[in-house]
């Protein structure tokens, strides 16, 4: 591992324990980090994050899995595993799972490469209670949720206020939501490019990665230092390195 490397996958663990502090939901239980999400079992909404070089022992897995179990959800941890490599062993040992591993990826200002000049396709920041509405609809759909709630739409607003952004992509001319993505409240110049969906009749024309493109140029203006994002397939390397991404790292998942 280089020196920039370790720098950029240690800036990205901080932020990940950082924007957990901005959670209702947060909580410490040493050498962890968590959050619950009070309205929603959703695995990727709850789950721990170990401190950079955590060595665990069984007392502590079995005080997680608790913690879990009395708030009646799943037992999950999301960390870089390069960081905390003593971690994974304790855990396997005490029933968890490993999931395929997220590519992160990160751009500059001269990498991105994405077009958005696509045809029949208008972009806005999204602000108002009808647009962020139609943006969770876009994401939830995209990622197999069935309904779009008002939890989902303040979730997102309360984003735009602490200082993150949502984009939505419409066919020109209608309210129609062709895609969405957000990036999450910068902190200490780091900032997570995520949730990007793309309807299903829009997939293939280049949405998604001139999402991401938009909003990672849209937070380097705004003074964002390390923009980056998660992905979870080979072609979604494929696509977000088109747009001016490259990988730097990996994201481990583990549940139990």
């Not at 899995?65 to 994974?88: H, K, N």
């Not at 799972?97 to 490469?113: D, F, G, I, Q, V």
């Not at 958005?116 to 647009?131: H, I, K, N, S, Y």
């Not at 110049?189 to 140029?217: F, K, M, P, Q, S």
Request: proline letters at 4%.
């Amino acid at each position: 591992m280089t020196i920039h490397t370790r720098t950029a996958l240690g800036r990205v663990s901080a932020y990940l324990r950082a924007r957990m502090g901005l959670q209702s939901g947060q909580m410490r239980l040493a050498p962890f980090t968590l959050t619950f999400d009070a309205a929603s079992a959703e695995p990727s909404r709850n789950y721990a994050t170990p401190d950079d070089g955590a060595a665990l022992d069984a007392s502590a897995v079995a005080a997680l899995i608790a913690s879990f179990e009395s708030r009646q959800r799943t037992p999950r941890l999301e960390y870089i595993g390069e960081l905390a490599p003593a971690v994974l062993p304790c855990l396997l040992s005490a029933g968890f799972m490993a999931e395929p591993p997220l590519s992160l990826m990160t751009c500059t200002r001269t990498s991105l490469a994405a077009d958005g000049d696509l045809a029949g396709v208008e972009w806005l920041l999204a602000e108002r209670e009808a647009d962020l509405h139609a943006a969770a609809y876009v994401q939830n759909a995209a990622y197999g949720v069935a309904e779009t709630t008002e939890t989902d739409v303040e979730r997102l607003s309360l984003l735009v206020d602490q200082g993150g952004a949502v984009a939505l992509a419409r066919a020109c001319g209608s309210k129609s939501a062709l895609g969405a993505g957000l990036y999450s409240p910068p902190l200490d110049g780091v900032t997570e490019i995520a949730a990007i969906g793309v309807h299903a009749d829009a997939r293939g024309r280049g949405v998604g990665g001139a999402v991401a493109a938009l909003l990672a140029e849209h937070a380097l203006v705004q003074g964002v230092e390390f923009p980056f994002l998660m992905t979870s397939r080979e072609n979604e390397d494929r696509v977000y390195g088109k747009a001016g991404f490259s990988r730097f790292g990996e994201l481990l998942g583990v549940m139990r």
